[in-house]
Every structure is written in C-alpha cells, then in structure tokens.
C-alpha cells in the first residue's frame, strides 16, 4: 500500500521556523522524483519545491526561495521541508506528492 503521511505542521508567529517531513510507504523511494505543494484557502494547489531522487537537484517557487529548503533521506523513506522566515502568506495546508501519490496534508498557519 503506497502511503505519504505529513507531519511537522502548527501555529507559528511570523518570522519563525517549522520543519515540515513526509514519511513514504509502498514504493521505492529512492527511485522518485519528490515534492511539496501548498493550499491556501480559495487559492489553486501550487508547487513550492522539489528535490530529485538522489537529492541532488532542487527548484523552489520564487515565493519560498531562500527561506525553505527541501532536503530527503533515503535510509529513513522521508522528506522534509524547512521553512524559515515564516510570512502569514505562508499559511496553507502543505501536502507532499511522490509516485503519483499525495499525503493527507499537514495545516500550517503564521500568525501573531
């Protein structure tokens, strides 16, 4: 059974950090390109990062760039996402995507 399940979500002042991480089941991990998308209420699902099967390789959205990084370790079947500089434009619901498969979304809300 091929399973992404997201954790790391909360409450968070603006300015603050959270690290979001995505623990993946039923496939091959390591063979899988992986990513992290974002809702906002009323807004469309929009890509903010991805990291390459060996980790080698990542692309953010211009929103997020220099304030999170996607990273992935391959022994532990997890990737995660740090974010840092936390706005309140970056309150959305985050969901990791890999092999054709989305987790059930982690809520992350920034605000005093």
């Known amino acids: 059974q091929v399973q992404l399940v997201e954790s790391g979500g909360g409450l968070v002042q603006p300015g603050g950090s959270l690290r979001l991480s995505c623990a993946a089941s039923?496939?091959?991990?390591?063979?899988?390109?992986m990513r992290w998308f974002r809702q906002a209420p009323g807004k469309e699902r929009e890509l903010v990062a991805l990291?390459?099967?060996?980790?080698?390789?990542?692309s953010y959205a211009d929103s997020v760039k220099g304030r999170f990084t996607i990273s992935r370790d391959n022994d532990k079947n997890t990737v995660y996402l740090q974010m840092n500089s936390l706005r309140p434009e970056d309150t959305a619901v985050y969901y990791c995507?890999?092999?054709?498969?989305w987790g059930q979304g982690t809520q992350v809300t920034v605000s005093s």
């Open positions: 039923g496939f091959t991990f390591r063979n899988y390109v």
């Open positions: 990291i390459s099967s060996a980790g080698g390789g990542t």
């Open positions: 995507n890999g092999f054709q498969t």
